[in-house]
């Protein structure tokens, strides 16, 4: 089992990208997904958690920018970013609990001019 990560780039202040996390591999369940993110000299941090298709958690900094939504077909999770900040550049990961078991992806950089 796999998750890729991309979408991620060079973006201006208050402007939007979406992340894409594709899982693959040998898959019957994905019960958990979420998106974390890491900022130079900082620690990781949750961005934001969906169980079973709801959204569970979405940290208080990005609460009405950012969504987590899934395509179960495509086995993809998704963070769709507005109203970027300079304060958003990280390195964004995603995981998934896939068969019970965690996994990460590889990160992707997020990178907010001002």
């Known amino acids: 089992v796999q998750l890729q990560a991309s979408g991620g780039g060079l973006v201006q202040a208050g402007g939007s990208l979406r992340l894409s996390c594709a899982a693959s591999?040998?898959?019957?369940?994905?019960?958990?997904v979420g998106w974390y993110r890491q900022a130079p000299g900082e620690q990781r941090e949750l961005v934001a958690t969906?169980?079973?298709?709801?959204?569970?958690n979405t940290a208080d900094s990005v609460k009405g920018r950012f969504t987590i939504s899934r395509d179960n077909a495509k086995k993809t999770v998704y963070l769709q970013m507005n109203s970027l900040k300079p304060e958003d550049t990280a390195v964004y990961y995603c995981?998934?609990?896939?068969?019970?078991?965690?996994?990460w992806g590889q990160g992707t950089l997020v990178t907010v001019s001002s």
């Open positions: 969906a169980i079973n298709g709801a959204v569970a």
């Open positions: 591999g040998s898959i019957s369940s994905i019960s958990v």
């Open positions: 995981t998934a609990r896939i068969n019970g078991r965690y996994y």
